[in-house]
């Protein structure tokens, strides 16, 4: 048995220079064999990198423009335009195309929250809510306020069981003292609407338990008391 490779220390060396000269030579080998599918592998990676940092590339750029663009149409949105904001006017963009034509910029992604909301203000439900489910923020307030208008939208359309879905997102989505009542209490409503008074019993007593100095506790026991007296019966 011959003996092992070691250094001056004693240490078991792991890869003597002839067995890493035959790793090198069976992987050359291996290269030879497989050669085009290696080949393709690799420029398979190189093409996706590349389109990858070139779709970058393009996103950066269209980003200023679009972010020009959505600062001009704010004003209208902000001044109650709806249709200029959706539209455009002057020359300028609107909402909608904006939302269209900057897909993948921030800007365009806001467009859609912006042109969801005007459009829930116009009574165009299924638009409002097909804009703002295109809608993704990190922001947590905005996420919720974005669910809580889905849920507006569909209450509209006399489909409660769908705002309730979206209304029980926006309560339940990183809850804070301000926002969360009022979402509780359109959840309430809807469970109402929906002919589900046990569960809107409940969902008005987590308004006054969690949140008691809320605005929403005095109407909140009202409509629960009322409740009670139906559900009792």
Same mark, same amino acid.
């Given at each position: 048995?011959?003996?092992?490779?070691?250094?001056?220390?004693?240490? $078991?060396?792991? $890869?003597?220079?002839?067995?890493?000269? @035959? *790793?090198?030579? #069976?992987?050359?080998?291996? !290269?030879?064999?497989?050669?085009?599918?290696?080949?393709?592998?690799?420029?398979?990676?190189? =093409?996706?990198?590349?389109?990858?940092? @070139?779709?970058?590339? /393009?996103?950066?750029? *269209?980003?200023?423009?679009?972010?020009?663009?959505?600062?001009?149409?704010?004003?209208?949105?902000?001044?109650?335009?709806? *249709?200029?904001?959706?539209?455009?006017? @002057?020359?300028?963009?609107?909402?909608?195309? %904006?939302?269209?034509?900057?897909?993948?910029?921030?800007?365009?992604?806001?467009?859609? !929250?912006?042109?969801?909301?005007?459009?829930?203000?116009?009574?165009?439900?299924?638009?409002? %809510?097909?804009?703002?489910?295109?809608?993704?923020?990190?922001?947590?307030?905005?996420?919720?306020?974005?669910?809580?208008?889905?849920?507006?939208?569909?209450?509209?359309?006399?489909?409660?069981?769908?705002?309730?879905?979206? /209304?029980? #997102?926006?309560?339940?989505? &990183?809850?804070? &003292?301000?926002?969360?009542?009022?979402? =509780?209490?359109? =959840?309430? %409503?809807?469970?109402?609407?929906?002919?589900?008074?046990?569960?809107?019993?409940?969902? /008005? #007593?987590?308004?006054?338990?969690? !949140?008691? =100095?809320?605005? &929403?506790?005095?109407?909140?026991?009202?409509?629960?008391?009322?409740?009670?007296?139906?559900? @009792?019966?």
């Amino acid at each position: 048995m011959s003996k092992k490779n070691t250094d001056e220390s004693g240490l $078991e060396i792991i $890869e003597t220079p002839e067995a890493l000269a @035959g *790793q090198i030579n #069976k992987a050359e080998v291996f !290269f030879i064999k497989n050669r085009k599918i290696v080949l393709g592998v690799v420029g398979a990676i190189v =093409l996706a990198v590349a389109a990858f940092a @070139g779709y970058r590339f /393009y996103i950066d750029g *269209q980003e200023g423009t679009a972010q020009d663009a959505l600062a001009s149409v704010v004003y209208d949105f902000e001044a109650d335009s709806l *249709q200029k904001a959706l539209n455009g006017s @002057g020359g300028n963009e609107g909402l909608l195309s %904006i939302a269209d034509s900057y897909k993948g910029t921030d800007a365009s992604n806001l467009a859609n !929250f912006y042109a969801g909301v005007a459009l829930l203000k116009q009574g165009k439900y299924d638009d409002a %809510i097909s804009h703002l489910q295109s809608f993704s923020s990190s922001d947590l307030l905005i996420h919720a306020r974005a669910q809580s208008l889905i849920g507006d939208a569909y209450l509209e359309k006399n489909q409660p069981a769908e705002a309730i879905s979206h /209304y029980k #997102k926006a309560a339940d989505y &990183e809850k804070n &003292e301000y926002f969360t009542p009022v979402y =509780l209490m359109k =959840l309430a %409503i809807a469970q109402e609407k929906a002919n589900q008074p046990a569960d809107a019993v409940s969902t /008005y #007593k987590r308004v006054i338990d969690e !949140f008691p =100095l809320s605005s &929403e506790v005095v109407n909140a026991k009202k409509y629960m008391g009322v409740l009670e007296g139906q559900v @009792g019966k």
